[in-house]
């Protein structure tokens, strides 16, 4: 009985807190109002195996736009590189490195066919302690940084899908200060805090 009673109140619980989360309208999908001219696209990239081109594919999925393969009057998603680079924020007393500071970054093309192309870039940065005494555990630390900037540069690029809204609307991709289709547009998501750690 008791086995029983326990079972029941876990499953309310549960149907409980779908029924509170739906009523305040949180959704676990993306939120970005992405152009209805860009709701079926495909993605082509450097290497179509990495890691951060599944992330992007996961991201538009999750903002319902459909992946189909490349056509001529299909919109495109080209991921032409991405890259990670550090640089040395603190020292300890002794000379060794404390505070290293990642940045990833990204450059894409999209392409609109009848309105052109244009190319962007973004970067997200994170600074972290690097305690020489938990080599083990910071290098842990440090692929779980680089995942996570992964994944926020893969949500900035379904963001600037749905900022393509103005150039859809205008009827071309040019960039409205310059008139260049190829300008680099440049997205910084927040640097996050070291944590307090222990220094030498």
Known sequence: MRLTLS?????SLVVLTASLLSA???HLRGDYDVPE???TMSVTSYDQYSTFTRLVKGQLRLNEIALVSPSENVPNLHLLSEGISERTLSLYQNARTAE???T??????????????KTFSTSVTRSYLDNPLT?????VERDMIEDEMRKLAASQIVRQMARLKASI???HMDDPQ???THSDYQVNTVQEPAAAGNTQ
């Open 24 to 26: 305040c309208g949180f």
């Open 100 to 102: 290293k500071e990642l």
């Open 135 to 139: 080599a083990l555990a910071k290098s």
């Open 37 to 39: 001219e860009l709701s």
């Open 104 to 117: 990833f970054r990204a450059s894409y093309r999209v392409l609109i066919p009848e309105l052109g192309e």
């Open 169 to 171: 609307e205008s009827g």
């Open 178 to 180: 310059t008139g260049d």
């Open 7 to 11: 079972s029941t109140l876990k499953l």
